[in-house]
């Protein structure tokens, strides 16, 4: 069964036009991450939750905004999306103290943005 | 953050032992050294996570000096479904921090 859950698997959204990616888990983590991951290369950390304690990259582009409504559910919005944020965007959550160690972190399949 | 540092690729026949070294000099001492592996088109998948000595599972063993600033990733008898890009990676297991950053990655091609 699929524990953290993006949707949609591909989405395709014209140049400027605000998008939004979901992911939703079902191990009721506290951390949760949004990576984004362009071909051939490592996956770039955006921000992380840790409850709802906010931290964002420092090098992560103003034109990203995440919120995390409640524990299950995080959302990734692209204000004004530009060609060069096509991308594979990747959610994954993590286990806080008390829920094991911290540094295993399980991911979703991915969303595959194309910008037009 | 500690940085790591790991061949950019491999190549393996299949059935061989690969052995994929991270090194990660400025590790501190309550950072976790975890492998991920990733096919192409997926997410990252977990492999296995050591703090020092010796780990095994199922999938692979960890080998962490005493030092623990390196970290080899043995995978036996691999075959050509491990074809994939692995990642070392060094995380603090302290409150309050919690980045998971990734560095470049070993690409690894198995090769009948």
């Known amino acids: 069964d699929a524990m953290v859950i993006q949707n949609p698997r591909y989405q395709v959204t014209q140049f400027g036009k605000p998008v939004t990616l979901s992911c939703s888990q079902t191990l009721n983590h506290n951390v949760m991450y949004w990576y984004q991951q362009k071909s051939s290369q490592a996956p770039k950390l955006l921000f992380h939750y840790y409850d709802k304690d906010f931290n964002n990259e420092a090098d992560t582009p103003d034109n990203f905004q995440s919120r995390r409504p409640n524990t299950s559910f995080c959302f990734l919005d692209i204000r004004s999306p530009g060609l060069g944020d096509a991308a594979m965007y990747l959610c994954a959550t993590g286990g806080g103290l008390g829920q094991g160690t911290n540094t295993e972190a399980f991911f979703g399949q991915g969303t595959r943005l194309t910008v037009v | 953050l500690a940085k790591t540092t790991q061949p950019i690729s491999m190549d393996s026949y299949e059935g061989q032992e690969v052995n994929i070294t991270c090194s990660h000099n400025n590790i501190a001492t309550n950072d976790y050294i975890t492998w991920y592996q990733q096919f192409p088109s997926q997410g990252p998948r977990f492999i296995i996570q050591g703090y020092k000595t010796k780990v095994t599972n199922e999938v692979a063993s960890l080998f962490i000096p005493a030092d623990r600033k390196s970290s080899t990733l043995s995978l036996p008898r691999v075959s050509l479904s491990d074809t994939a890009v692995y990642y070392c990676?060094?995380?603090?297991?302290?409150?309050?921090?919690?980045?998971?950053?990734f560095g470049k990655g070993t690409k690894l091609s198995v090769i009948p």
């Open positions: 990676l060094v995380g603090d297991a302290g409150a309050g921090s919690y980045q998971l950053t």
